[in-house]
């Protein structure tokens, strides 16, 4: 029960029985924090004056569990209110203050609001700091304007910079606004005059980059031994680090965002430092389930590696993600830069994977893709991952005790051109498939000037008739076996001794062109993150993007169907190169004089059949958010589809398609297709089980191989392929929601 007026004595019991708890441990005369609405827990105050301030000033109503005296701090579910006993609510300007004297018992220990007093060097070295940070708390402390309790004049700010990140505001539209809240508010609101001013005032918050300069042609960064290099070390390019002899401006400059400090913030908010041990103290785990990357063998398989990473549920598990995009909004300028994510695993489903909780670990420069040469600039990162496996000094503030915060890295996650870049593998050519690697089966077309990825008889099982089968697959028996991903380990083998010269100077891109691996692989390098002790023990380490298998899936299954101009895998090249192979003879070109007739093949739609499903397509009325108007991308006069985006086709495929073709194409291919449909829709689900997933591996090579029959080659590019590997992914990884590129891409 809270007593409000301080004249009663049943406020003043409180009082004393309140002195009584905090000195339960501690001598009389020590000084303890002061938990007045003044002092605020900031400030340390003797036994007597404590009371005296207590008396007059009263308590923070806020502050119901006495966790800065000893009382153990017991964590709320997320669904719980925020409100407390009495029925009030924290104000964001209580709440900030809570996080920012958290922040500095993290930055300078339990006694940080007396550092002015103490003799302590630890206090005092980094006197800058200190002072910035004390400045920050008076505006913590400090209202909006007279009057207001609920605002203060950083909480304002904070939350107005929030507004403008969640919601995508431009500086002039975040400037405008702050112009009309400097007249609509009192004169003496304390309010930023620009979007400049606001970033100056939470500075001192943390959360500094670092300036690193690059060789113009990606060869080396100018850190450790290059830092005081003025032109690369690179004998084949010799190129200036500054734009002008005498000047100090960088020709490249790679912004880093340490690691650490973000890590350890997230430890520094109790709700937050509560969350990161969800994974193994709420998380509720079954062999056959799995809701959460903590529940994939992946997770369970690094435990068992190392226990004594496992032991302590606060260690971090985290993912990197990366993808080039085009700063300039428009692809008229070939302009691409290339951000580095990390995503911390540890915490529950709702809160993993969104946006808050993304770290931006670095921007690669421009104007173009990194390409092979990414690991030079994962240089500081990789260090700072080595030194995070083996721990940095952390202040838990749900606990109010220290510890060593360690972290690991789990997988990345990429498209395919990108999971080249990370992993070493190229993903061109005969060898695209980076799990099949040299059993990869490939076939040139010569008309197509296309390579087809076929053969997937050999993961169906040894006794199954179409193994024997020769007419309808590519004229021969497939009695191979299915093939066996390398571990770690045995990859390291194979790529231990390479040498690259990194760099995009003319001399070595000539020499990348004329000599590949000698071992005949499609190695182009050692993947950076083999750096790290743990990497080759990891069960999985690079992830097959589903958003990008299922986009070019179904966008080959729509434009195929649909006879699409310029995308459909069948036109007379196709026909062409199936005449030259010898399958398929009913879709041979048939000559007609000096040109040629190409049969209907049963996997086309007709023109009143187009016409039905543009019909359907354009009737359907999706729930808000659901999907994007899919209508705006169907040409009615040509009965075609175009324009549409990557989720788009994620619920083409698994929604709309079965409905789309109902009553259309042949028996046989509506079937197939129908299969593939559910086959996207449980390998998307949010929970997987297990059975279902080995159900699913065996069901998509019978798939592959009905399409195989009824499709011609071409169909057949690296991404219908890769289909085939990721259910057993699935069973590695867990669900698809944490390992694909939807949440970075948006």
């Given amino acids: 029960m809270k007593i409000s007026n301080r004249k009663d004595k049943a406020y003043e019991l409180g009082v004393k029985n309140f002195l009584k708890f905090a000195y339960s441990q501690k001598v009389e005369n020590q000084k303890i924090p002061c938990p007045c609405t003044q002092c605020n827990n900031f400030c340390n105050q003797t036994k007597t004056v404590v009371e005296d301030h207590l008396l007059t000033q009263g308590i923070r109503k806020s502050y119901t569990r006495w966790i800065h005296h000893g009382e153990q701090f017991r964590h709320q ?11 009030e609510e924290d104000s964001d300007t209580e709440d900030l203050n809570d996080m920012l004297h958290d922040i500095g018992t993290a930055q300078w220990g339990d006694n940080w609001a007396g550092r002015e007093e103490s003799t302590d060097d630890s206090l005092n070295a980094n006197h800058s700091d200190t002072n910035n940070f004390l400045k920050l708390l008076e505006d913590a402390k400090k209202e909006l304007y007279p009057g207001n309790h609920f605002y203060s004049k950083l909480s304002f700010v904070v939350t107005l910079l929030h507004l403008k990140t969640m919601s995508g505001w431009t500086i002039k539209s975040f400037n405008a606004l702050l112009e009309i809240f400097r007249h609509a508010l009192p004169p003496e609101a304390t309010v930023p005059k620009s979007f400049a001013d606001a970033k100056k005032l939470i500075q001192d918050l943390g959360f500094k980059s670092e300036k690193i300069h690059a060789c113009v042609n990606d060869c080396v960064l100018f850190r450790k031994e290059n830092e005081n290099f003025d032109t690369c070390p690179n004998l084949n390019c010799k190129e200036p680090r500054y734009k002008m002899a005498g000047s100090r401006v960088p020709r490249k400059v790679l912004r880093y965002f340490p690691l650490k400090p973000r890590l350890q913030r997230l430890y520094t908010h109790k709700e937050i430092a509560s969350d990161m041990r969800w994974h193994k103290e709420k998380c509720v785990h079954d062999d056959n389930i799995m809701r959460h990357p903590a529940d ?9 590696l190392h226990p004594d990473f496992a032991v302590d549920p606060r260690n971090v598990r985290l993912g990197l993600a990366t993808d080039g995009f085009n700063p300039f909004g428009t692809m008229s300028s070939a302009y691409s830069i290339w951000p580095i ?19 931006l670990s670095m921007l690669i420069p421009g104007p173009k893709s990194p390409g092979n040469e990414i690991a030079v600039y994962m240089e500081p990162l990789i260090d700072e991952l080595n030194e995070m496996w ?45 799990i099949c690697m040299v059993e990869t089966t490939c076939v040139h077309l010569p008309h197509r000037k296309k390579l087809c990825y076929t053969g997937h008889r050999r993961f169906l099982p040894i ?65 950076c993150f083999f750096e790290l002790p743990y990497w080759a023990d990891l069960l999985l380490r690079h992830n097959l993007d589903l958003m990008h298998v299922s986009k070019n899936v179904s966008e080959a299954v729509i434009a195929t169907i649909m006879d699409i101009e310029n995308k459909t895998k069948d036109h007379w090249l196709c026909r062409q190169d199936l005449k030259d192979l010898g399958l398929k003879k009913e879709l041979h070109l048939i000559p007609n004089g000096d040109s040629y007739i190409m049969p209907h093949a049963c996997y086309s739609l007709t023109k009143e059949e187009k016409k039905k499903v543009c019909e359907f397509l354009n009737s359907v009325k999706y729930l ?20 549409m985006k990557s989720h788009d086709f994620h619920i083409f495929i698994q929604r709309l398609l079965p409905l789309a073709i109902r009553g259309s194409l042949t028996k046989e291919v509506r079937q197939v297709l129908f299969e593939l ?22 069901k998509i090579a019978v798939i592959l191989c009905k399409l195989e029959r009824l499709f011609p080659p071409a169909f057949f590019d690296i991404m219908m392929h890769l289909m085939v590997h990721l259910p057993a992914e699935a069973i590695l990884g867990g669900p698809a929601q944490y390992r694909w590129m939807f949440p970075f891409e948006r």
């Fill in 77 to 87: 579910n997320c669904g719980d209110s925020t409100k407390h006993g009495d029925g």
């Fill in 296 to 304: 994939s063998e992946a997770w369970k398989h690094f435990d068992r």
């Fill in 341 to 359: 994510y990390l995503v911390p695993y540890n915490l529950p489903p709702w809160k993993c994977m969104r946006d808050p909780f993304f770290f």
């Fill in 390 to 434: 083996l721990g940095v000094e952390t202040y838990d503030a749900y606990s109010g005790k220290k510890f060593d915060l360690r972290a690991a890295l789990l997988w990345t996650i990429n498209d395919f051109p990108a999971y080249a870049m990370l992993s070493g593998w190229s993903t061109k050519g005969y060898q695209a498939c980076p």
């Fill in 463 to 527: 006794d199954h008739s179409w193994r024997r089968e020769k007419k309808p697959f590519d004229g021969n028996v497939d009695f191979r076996n299915p093939v066996a991903p390398l571990s770690g380990n045995e990859i390291l083998d194979q790529v231990q001794n390479m040498e690259v010269n990194f760099g995009k100077t003319k001399a070595q891109s000539n020499a990348k062109k004329r000599k590949r691996s000698e071992s005949g692989l499609n190695w182009t390098k050692k993947s």
């Fill in 624 to 643: 808000d958010g659901f999907a994007s108007n899919i209508c705006r991308c169907i040409k009615n006069g040509q009965f075609q589809i175009s324009g």
């Fill in 677 to 698: 449909s559910e086959f996207f829709k449980k390998l998307c689900a949010r929970t997987l089980h297990r059975e279902v997933l080995e159900e699913l591996g065996q």
